[in-house]
């Protein structure tokens, strides 16, 4: 992966203009990264696992997924890779960062646009377009797993109520013999029209201590 893997300083600079981290965070997510990797050069799937603020994430699959998209690294075709660089690692980390305060309104909305295609992508799983019952029905789930009052048949039923709430919202009312494919994107802008994307988005992984990365690395 190239320069990706290398995390010299000169190549720091590029990397804040691209992700809007500053150097002195870029300097500290490397030194995550090389703790993380044991100093391999490249992220794998259990270096995320070992990760204690994402252990007890409900949906932490689909944020770990995330880093392996090529949908989310602007790559061409579908599916997702073994194994990642550093800065294919601050692309992915970018989309749970504030926007810049000088940022003008049209790139804020560009930005606002990306993490929510991002946050569509996590859900839509099988990259169809489309964010189905089944797979907005599996996150529910796992959000509300955690809660040991709610019942699984609970769980499935809210599930089916909020989905087909945001199809008469989206789509209008449906009679009963209907078939909803799911939301689309610009369904999903439209829902989510009113919340606060920076807050809702935010993994500080340079705060964490260097505790929280444990992975067996050899003392």
């Not at 602007?74 to 940022?103: C, M, N, V, W």
């Not at 959000?143 to 209008?172: H, P, Q, R, W, Y």
């Not at 994107?185 to 260097?210: A, P, Y």
Request: hydrophobic residues 35%.
């Amino acid at each position: 992966m190239g320069a990706s893997q290398s995390g010299q300083p000169h190549e720091f600079q590029h990397l804040s203009d691209k992700t809007g981290f500053s150097i002195e965070q870029i300097k500290n997510l490397h030194n995550r990264f090389e703790y993380l990797t044991q100093d391999e050069g490249t992220l794998r799937r259990e270096h995320l696992e070992n990760i204690e603020n994402l252990a007890l994430n409900p949906i932490r699959k689909k944020i770990i997924e995330a880093f392996f998209d090529k949908r989310n690294l602007g790559q061409e075709g579908e599916g997702y890779l073994d194994e990642i660089g550093f800065e294919e690692f601050l692309t992915i980390l970018a989309f749970f960062t504030p926007s810049k305060q000088r940022t003008g309104e049209d790139d804020k909305q560009k930005t606002r646009k990306e993490k929510l295609r991002f946050l569509f992508n996590m859900h839509d799983t099988d990259n169809d377009g489309f964010i189905t019952l089944d797979e907005y029905r599996h996150v529910v789930e796992k959000l509300l797993s955690s809660n040991e009052t709610i019942e699984i048949e609970t769980a499935k039923a809210i599930a089916d109520a909020a989905m087909l709430e945001v199809a008469s919202v989206t789509v209008g009312r449906m009679g009963p013999d209907e078939f909803y494919e799911g939301v689309t994107f610009e369904h999903f802008m439209q829902i989510l029209k009113g919340l606060e994307i920076e807050t809702t988005m935010n993994i500080n992984f340079w705060n964490l201590d260097s505790t929280a990365f444990q992975c067996g690395k050899s003392k």
